[in-house]
């Protein structure tokens, strides 16, 4: 049972990455996934949240408008679509899970089931 993380690297300001969040083991469509990331020196912050139907997306101010998450239950997989990056936005990017519904307090991350985190560095 594990998730595994893809699609970090280095991309220019402005740039886009699209990050994937893949499920072994156990079935995506009755979970919620979310996306956390944490820079050097700084706390995990909840960065967007998608419940188990597709709906009740969450974002974080800073995702908002720039990242768009997504899902594929047949693929077992949800995505973290990152448009218009900007270096402060490098950190370590981790999907998670917990079942049911996206709530509010997403960003906590209490309680979830984590993957092993991808890298996203955006300098010029």
């Known amino acids: 049972v594990q998730l595994v993380e893809s699609g970090g690297g280095l991309v220019q300001p402005g740039g886009s990455l699209r990050l994937s969040c893949a499920a072994s083991?156990?079935?995506?469509?009755?979970?919620?996934v979310a996306w956390f990331r944490q820079a050097p020196g700084e706390e995990r912050e909840g960065v967007s949240c998608?419940?188990?139907?597709?709906?009740?997306?969450y974002y974080a101010d800073a995702a908002k408008g720039r990242f768009t998450v997504s899902r594929d239950n047949a693929k077992n997989t949800a995505y973290l679509q990152m448009d218009n990056l900007k270096p402060e936005d490098t950190a370590i990017y981790y999907c998670?899970?917990?079942?049911?519904?996206?709530?509010?307090?997403?960003?906590?991350?209490?309680?979830?089931?984590w993957g092993q985190g991808t890298q996203v560095n955006v300098s010029s």
């Open positions: 998670a899970t917990t079942p049911g519904v996206c709530s509010a307090s997403y960003y906590l991350g209490l309680g979830w089931f």
């Open positions: 083991g156990f079935s995506l469509d009755r979970v919620a």
């Open positions: 998608i419940s188990n139907t597709g709906g009740g997306t």
